[in-house]
């Protein structure tokens, strides 16, 4: 006999999870179906960001960034350290745990707010009086039957053509988060988030690393200032970056990759490596969904066609996350679940797409939110734009790490914050006081003008706001 919910979420990724916890917050009778597994064939609810992206990869980034710290800058502390290992076991030990208490955190969620949680692969069956049949297949079968569904079934990493995942020598972001020992020469094709946060990793561990970017400009999202700055400091760190390149044929052979590719200037090389990471971005997974069963549009790509409140073309059935149009972000996805949630109940959910914040985790982090100075200039919107550098900041120089700056961009009339960028330590915390300042429309005289605690890195934030005005106090 079937069990009969309100709603039913497939997938327990951050727009899942969140999406379900909602909805149940909101009085709905409400089940989440997801498929992650453990190591011991047990549920590991989470999706991609938990178990194979955002939580693993921070905590290898945090683990290698201690061990670098210790080879490198524990001196300038006064603080000897010498004969300084890696247990890559270890290390790997506790990114599991690290793992695990995420999926088991969920787990608790889920029955703290009453979601029935059910450990499978939820696809549609057909539609019926009130809703649609789910079939859940896992340790046995299950049918539900839901009023509204909303799919949250995330994307999975987009391979070469003719060239598989065997995430042994050939590695996805999954892969790329297992390697049991340090490659001597890694490679690495995308410099897309993924890659230069798993390249930083085994680069501070040790590894030779190599970047065949296919684009001629490095990190092309990012503000052209911001990521020269990025760049300048990861080549002094070792990062091999190639811009402007072509692969070719690549042989996955007992010993490792090669890789054929041309240059920038169309000279032919190869590249020879223990471990290849494919970074060339994302698919939306809508693999065994079986949306042909009830008529569910896709498009092109593979991804659910939704509109602006991630209505598809079925009545009660919505879509959230990487498995439709926007940025593939875990806070992305999980804004777009609670949005839908309070949509079902009748309420005005909202997300602001202009308003959401980018990171990447290296060293030095990344972070932006709003517009670039080029996507201003070509869309011919007149601006200031105001800068200062961590090199001026009492409390980066306290930490020892003033790479980059903190940048604002303005509009020319109004002084409305219309982006900010920093390449520098700690601007993944830094950026969320840009995001509260541009979802209330602040100007940068707003943020010139609130007092920061002293010393503390976000007095960089402040003092490029006073710098749209020219008036820095500290450079």
């Known amino acids: 006999m079937s069990k009969q919910f309100d709603v039913v979420v497939i997938g327990g990724g951050p727009g899942g999870y969140i999406g379900a916890i909602r909805a149940a917050q909101l009085g709905m009778n409400v089940a989440c179906i997801d498929e992650w597994k453990n190591e011991k064939g047990g549920p590991a609810p989470g999706g991609t960001c938990t178990n194979v ?17 210790a080879n490198k800058h524990f001196a300038d502390h006064g603080i000897t350290a010498s004969d300084v290992k890696m247990d890559v076991a270890k290390m790997l030990g506790r990114k599991d745990t690290v793992v695990k208490q995420n999926n088991d955190g969920i787990l608790y969620l889920f029955k703290k707010n009453k979601v029935a949680f059910f450990h499978g692969r939820g ?35 987009r391979a070469l053509p003719g060239t598989p995942f065997d995430e042994v020598n050939v590695l996805s972001n999954d892969g790329a988060l297992r390697i049991g020992a340090v490659p001597k020469k890694l490679g690495l094709i995308g410099s897309g988030v993924i890659g230069l946060e798993m390249g930083s990793v085994w680069r501070r561990l040790g590894a030779e690393v190599t970047v065949l970017e296919a684009l001629p400009t490095f990190l092309g ?50 590249l020879d490596v223990d471990k290849l990471i494919v970074s060339i971005g994302r698919v939306p997974n809508t693999i065994g969904l079986n949306a042909e069963a009830v008529g569910l549009k896709l498009d092109e790509r593979g991804a659910i066609v939704v509109d602006d ?61 709003g517009r670039t100075e ?102």
């Not at 959230?320 to 005005?348: T, Y």
Request: glycine letters at 10%.
């Open 53 to 69: 992206g955002c939580i693993p990869s921070k905590a290898l980034l945090q683990s290698s960034e201690h061990f670098e710290h």
């Open 123 to 157: 696809s549609f069956v057909k539609a019926v009086d009130g809703g649609y049949e789910i079939k859940v297949a896992g340790a046995a079968e299950e049918t539900l039957v839901a009023k509204q569904v909303i799919v949250a079934t995330g994307s999975n990493a």
């Open 221 to 270: 999202a990012v503000d052209e200032q911001i990521a020269k700055e990025a760049k300048k400091a990861f080549d002094k760190q070792g990062l091999k970056i190639e811009l402007g390149v072509k692969v070719g044929e690549i042989k996955n052979g007992k010993k490792g990759v090669s890789v054929a590719w041309t240059n920038a200037k169309g000279e032919a090389q190869t």
């Open 309 to 369: 409140h991630c209505k598809t073309n079925l009545p009660g059935v919505w879509a959230v996350g990487d498995v439709v149009r926007g940025p593939m972000l875990a806070h992305k996805a999980e804004e777009e679940g609670v949005a839908v949630a309070e949509r079902i109940a009748g309420q005005h959910g909202h997300v602001n797409f202009n308003t959401i914040p980018w990171v990447i985790y290296t060293s030095p982090e990344i972070a932006w939110v």
């Open 374 to 475: 080029q996507q201003l200039k070509a869309d011919g919107v007149a601006y200031k734009a105001g800068t200062f550098p961590f090199l001026a900041n009492g409390r980066a120089r306290a930490l020892g790490d003033t790479t980059g700056m903190v940048k604002f961009l303005a509009d020319a009339k109004t002084d409305e914050i219309l982006g900010v960028h920093i390449v520098g330590p700690m601007a993944s915390e830094l950026i969320s006081e840009a995001v509260v300042a541009m979802e209330f429309k602040a100007s940068a005289e707003d943020i010139a003008r609130i007092c920061h605690a002293h010393p503390s890195l976000s007095e960089a934030t402040k003092e490029a706001a006073l710098a749209v005005d020219k008036r820095t106090l500290n450079f």
